[in-house]
């Protein structure tokens, strides 16, 4: 499972050092406002998919993708994020 995330989080630092014309995740990593739009709009998504009762997995993927990208668009290391939640742990 965390396997799969590695892998998002190692293809968008990958793409944010080494650019590849054409890619969507260099698209998201270049314009900042594009990638915060695709995070509002999949949580949208997502909860209208919960509501309904249809495409969940889907939609919560697209979430975890939008979000990765858009943290390292910003220079947030998800190794922190990670850090900050277990500092939550009770």
Known sequence: MLKALEEIVKIARERKEKPIEGSYTNKLLKDKSLSKA?????????IDAVEKGTNKIHESADILYHLIVYLEAND???????????????
């Open 38 to 46: 695709k995070i509002l709009e999949e949580i949208n998504e997502l």
């Open 76 to 90: 947030i290391k998800i190794e922190d994020v990670m850090d900050e939640l277990k500092k939550r742990r009770k």
